[in-house]
């Protein structure tokens, strides 16, 4: 540790996209403190698989792979998905793709995030270069010329040359920078459950567009589905407070019977859906990485998946500053990383928030689009490829 200026780098929030930034900059040899309320609940193998699960690209997969975390993450639960389809309950066309038309293994994991956090919390425990402060809350921040301080609720303070706010939708840390964010509520709920079906799940990531809603079946490694079933305020009152048989059979309708009958469901549980984008990633000595920089639509499964790219490209650009001798923690390497993550997160927000828009509607034109949509985007190589590309993360 630097004594004058104390840490290299100061990460507020130890979620996926915080820690796998603290491992990532640790192995570089940065000099790394992890701020952290509360360490993640444990993952056992013999409890039941958790309710909130995640799609994981492949370059999500690939990252994990460099920091040494997804050998035991993959070996303890992990479901790969070979085939991904996308139909409309309004028109007819479909989008299909799969992992051997693009000569890899898999289009993705579905993982547990409870799975993940634990493997990262462990990997974070064992390394040297990385001090974690936990339960340890920031309550204030001040900056000057080459470091900013971290206050504690403890009253103890944090000094690094950086610091990360990866504290999550929320954060505190965005707030106290004084950046705001712009916002949409989608007035919506995701219902989370885990179900069984009639027939197996094909290795597939199934996706429904429905009139106002989105329904999703993942693939779980014991052969059931993880459904994110995204739906407005009320109706989600009304599907979260019928009785399972009755939920199993709208489920089953809604899906239009693909895997036949739901033959059984966990408990459900519900999250609200918004839009929300921070107004900029960078304040004096502090950058916005992960939910704190930008909280997207779950219909594409991409919120961590942007998460974790912004965590490497950061990595990234503070690595090659430090190599080349400059202040990396100063304005150029950050500006840097800002142009290259804010376009990609606004981009992606913005075309799941139209995809969103689009597939709500039922305006007759809009409707007359939607499968026009999916059968061209289906039909046109290069555009397949490019929606393919981009799921993947390349
Ligand atoms: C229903 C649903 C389904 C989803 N499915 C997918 C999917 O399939 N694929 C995908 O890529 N994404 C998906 N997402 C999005 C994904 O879950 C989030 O993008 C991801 O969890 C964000 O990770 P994070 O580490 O940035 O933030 P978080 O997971 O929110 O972690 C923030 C961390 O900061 C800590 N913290 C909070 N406050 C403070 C504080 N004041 N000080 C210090 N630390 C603090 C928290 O304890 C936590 O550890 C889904 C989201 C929803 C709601």
Redesign the pocket.
């Known amino acids: 540790m630097n004594r004058r200026i104390g840490h290299d780098v100061a990460i ?7 820690a796998a930034l603290a491992l990532n900059l640790a192995r570089a040899g940065f000099d790394v403190v992890v ?4 360490p993640p609940p444990p993952w056992r193998a013999e409890d039941e698989i958790d309710l909130r699960v ?2 994981l690209a492949p370059s999500s997969v690939d990252l994990l792979g460099r920091l040494d975390v997804w050998a035991s993450i993959s070996a303890a639960r992990a479901c790969p998905y070979r085939h991904m389809q996308v139909w409309d309950a309004l028109a007819p066309g479909q989008l299909r793709f799969d992992a051997a038309d693009q000569g890899i293994a898999a289009l993705g994991h579905i993982v547990e ?1 409870r799975l993940i956090q634990h493997m990262l919390w462990r990997a974070l425990e064992a390394d040297p270069h990385i001090a974690l402060r936990c339960p340890a ?2 309550t204030a921040t001040e900056t000057d010329d080459d470091r900013r301080t971290l206050v504690l609720a403890d009253d103890s303070r944090i000094a690094a040359r950086l610091v990360v706010a ?4 929320d954060s ?2 965005r707030t106290l920078a004084g950046i705001g964010t712009s916002d949409r509520d989608y007035a919506q709920r ?1 219902i ?1 459950a885990h179900v069984a079906t009639e027939r197996p799940h094909e290795d597939t990531a199934w996706q429904r567009f429905l009139p106002g809603a989105t329904l999703a079946f993942l693939p779980l490694s014991d052969g059931r589905s993880s459904i ?1 079933w995204s739906v407005p305020e009320t109706e989600a009152s009304r599907l979260l407070a019928l009785d399972d048989s009755a939920f199993r059979a709208e489920l089953g309708a809604a899906f239009d019977f693909r895997l036949g009958i739901i033959l059984a469901t966990t408990a459900r549980a519900a ?1 609200p859906l918004r839009l929300k984008l921070a107004e900029r990633y960078l304040a004096p000595r502090l950058t916005l990485i ?3 920089a930008h909280v997207v639509h ?1 219909l594409a ?5 942007l ?1 974790l790219r912004d965590a490497n490209e950061l990595a990234g650009v503070l690595v090659e500053a430090r190599d080349s001798k400059r202040d990396f923690a100063g304005g150029a390497a950050l500006r840097q990383f800002e142009r290259r993550r804010r376009s990609d997160n606004a981009l992606s927000a913005h075309a799941f928030d139209t995809i969103q828009r689009v597939f709500a509607s039922e305006a007759m034109p809009l409707a007359a689009l939607r499968g026009a949509a999916l059968t061209v985007v289906d039909r046109i190589g290069p555009l397949k490829r490019l929606f393919a590309d981009h799921a993947a993360g390349r």
Do not use: I, W
């Open positions: 507020v929030g130890a979620g996926m996209v915080g701020v952290e309320p509360r995640v799609a995030n809350q920031v990866a504290d999550g939708a505190a840390l995701a989370v994110v999250f992960g939910d704190a779950p499964g991409q919120g961590v998946n998460g």
